[in-house]
């Protein structure tokens, strides 16, 4: 597994992560599901748009949604089994959190 470095923006505090970049259909469409241990995940998509998420058979994660210049437009943390959470992003991060 090959994990790229992402530098993003919050409130203009830089913050670089580690991640596996989700670019397919399937890999977006599994994203963290009956994963127990997972590498935090970039989806990345083609131009800035509403991203939805839901949490069925996930483990809690925090959903960061990123707009095209990689600047924080929502941080959600999500808990499991949760459907529906949305917003206007290029790309979305997914970070496991450990309980």
């Not at 599901?33 to 483990?59: A, D, G, M, R, V």
């Amino acid at each position: 597994m090959t994990l790229k470095k992402l530098i993003f923006y919050n409130n203009g505090k830089k913050t670089k992560i580690y991640v596996k970049p989700c670019y397919s259909f399937i890999s977006k469409l599994r994203g963290l599901i009956f994963k127990s241990n997972s590498q935090p995940l970039l989806f990345i998509f083609k131009k800035e748009k509403t991203l939805s998420i839901h949490s069925i058979f996930c483990k809690p994660f925090k959903a960061i949604w990123l707009n095209e210049n990689k600047q924080v437009t929502k941080i959600k943390e999500i808990r499991n089994w949760r459907l529906n959470f949305s917003s206007k992003g290029k790309y979305l991060l997914e970070i496991p959190l450990k309980h």
